[in-house]
């Protein structure tokens, strides 16, 4: 399975091209999207454009406009 999106068009658009099947992991309200594949995590901007993030390990939250990831009762911001 791939991730697709919706952009403000109404267009749908595939954001993964991935072997592995990929899954959302979470979705900001800017458009933003972290998804997960093959073990490693990625960020999807609105344009497509994809940047891998680092392990899949953990949780990805959005606060306040920027990345963290919590991995047990550690969090850590993505820097991109």
Known sequence: SHVWLYDSSG???QLTI???????DRLAENGEVMLTSG????????DGQLDEVGTSA????YIDGQ???????SLFRVLL
């Open 58 to 61: 953990g949780r990805a939250i």
């Open 39 to 46: 073990g490693r995590r990625y960020r999807a901007l609105p």
């Open 18 to 24: 991935f072997g592995d099947s990929s899954r959302i």
């Open 11 to 13: 267009q749908r658009r």
């Open 67 to 73: 990345w963290f990831v919590a991995i047990g009762s």
